[in-house]
């Protein structure tokens, strides 16, 4: 291992592996490549198709290797992972003068260009596996990553492994997060909330949703993050879900929803505020605080060990009693990490258990189309004693003077 800001949770991988018996697993979905090698591959993250995969075997049975096609070897050169075999697939040309000196970068590309490679990443992960001295037993693969037909190709080019679908397990593992993690989770928290008081310092009679987006984002990337989510709308397209910034100007009375988040060194940040630009009337105000007395609720009964279903619950009826008596959810949170939308789901059908070190947001929306949207949503961790917040502000009313 190669750096001491590992993503991954070994620990936990491992048991994983043991449990389900298997000699090795195959990381392939983007999420999966980053999060088992610290390798972010610019061709996987913004469009479907291409190729990266990541072999952990089992302990005793070989070391991880990172499989990439050669056209992406300039960006393990230049990250800061954490595996130090790598196998690449594919032609790619690059030149290189004689008579320059190369940066360490450039280097260390110009090296992994000349160890030679396979002509596909399927190849490519059959090789990495016979070299890792795995030729039978029970491999998992994530299915997310591969193209149709790719699962049954590699089946049959390694007839004496099973092979077996291990998305969820992998997903599994990543509930729990790693210090490294919530560090750079409670990071583009913080960055968020910037953003959003960023955005709500130019609200003022007639200016756009689009602008108050462009506020936010761009202070997203003044703090060395990147855009991702940003649903803001102003009085009846705040009732939208997934409402996108227009230029729809803003009225004195209006409601202001935020539900945003950006990236922090591949990590996500997903939370909700309310704004009212001058009084938005003593209904909202209501509405708003009986969502948050849900969000404050989920603060007490979350803790390692309670069930899902209970914390959902616990939720929904704080709000029916808080004021909103029709209140209807199928979810009022999620887990976050590399993914927006991490395990687990806070729903009333869940099975599953907290454990410490889960990182959720826990949201209460409201949507009433033709008046308005309200929303809290925070980002917590769980702790072994309870609950700590990874927000600096509070989900009260913002409220903006026209």
Avoid at 289 to 312: K, N
Avoid at 374 to 396: A, K
Wanted: glycine share 8%; hydrophobic share 40%; charged share 25%.
């Amino acid at each position: 291992m190669k750096s001491d800001r590992i993503l991954l949770n070994v620990e936990r991988l491992h048991e994983q592996l043991q449990h389900e018996r298997l000699d090795a697993i195959v990381g392939t979905a983007p999420e999966n490549v980053t999060y088992m090698s610290g390798f972010w591959a610019l061709s996987q993250w913004i469009r479907r198709g291409p190729q990266a995969y990541v072999l952990w075997p089992a302990p005793g049975k070989g070391e991880p290797e990172i499989i990439t096609s050669t056209s992406t070897l300039d960006l393990v050169a230049d990250q800061s992972v954490w595996i130090s075999k790598v196998r690449s697939f594919g032609a790619f040309h690059v030149d290189q003068h004689s008579k320059v000196r190369l940066t360490s970068s450039s280097e260390a590309f110009a090296s992994l260009l000349k160890v030679p490679n396979q002509a596909d990443s399927l190849s490519a992960l059959v090789a990495a596996l016979q070299s890792a001295g795995i030729r039978r037993g029970r491999v998992g693969i994530d299915e997310i990553g591969l193209m149709p037909g790719q699962f049954e190709t590699l089946a049959d080019r390694m007839p004496e492994i099973e092979f077996v679908p291990a998305a969820s397990l992998l997903r599994n593992v990543r509930r729990i997060k790693t210090a490294e993690e919530v560090f750079r989770l409670s990071r583009i928290a913080k960055i968020t909330e910037r953003s959003i008081e960023a955005a709500l310092a130019v609200a003022s009679t007639g200016v756009t949703e689009a602008e108050l987006g462009r506020a936010f984002h761009s202070k997203t990337v003044q703090d060395d993050a990147l855009p991702v989510l940003g649903c803001i709308g102003f009085g009846e397209r705040s009732a939208l879900p997934n409402v996108l910034p227009s230029q729809r100007k803003l009225q004195e009375g209006d409601v202001i929803r935020f539900d945003v988040g950006g990236r922090y060194q591949h990590y996500r940040a997903d939370i909700a505020r309310i704004a009212a630009f001058g009084d938005p009337g003593p209904e909202v105000r209501r509405y708003h605080a009986a969502l948050l007395a849900g969000i404050q609720r989920a603060y007490e009964v979350i803790r390692p060990g309670a069930r899902v279903a209970d914390i959902f619950d616990a939720v929904v009826e704080t709000v029916r009693r808080e004021g909103i008596g029709h209140y209807q959810r199928s979810h009022v949170g999620h887990g976050i990490g590399l993914d927006g939308y991490d395990a687990p789901s806070l729903t009333a059908a869940s099975t599953e258990i907290l454990e410490a070190g889960m990182v959720l947001c826990v949201e209460t929306p409201y949507y009433e189309l033709g008046r308005w949207g309200l929303q809290v949503e925070d980002m917590i961790v769980v702790r072994p004693d309870g609950v700590e917040s990874l927000m600096t502000t509070g989900g009260d009313l913002i409220e903006v003077a026209p």
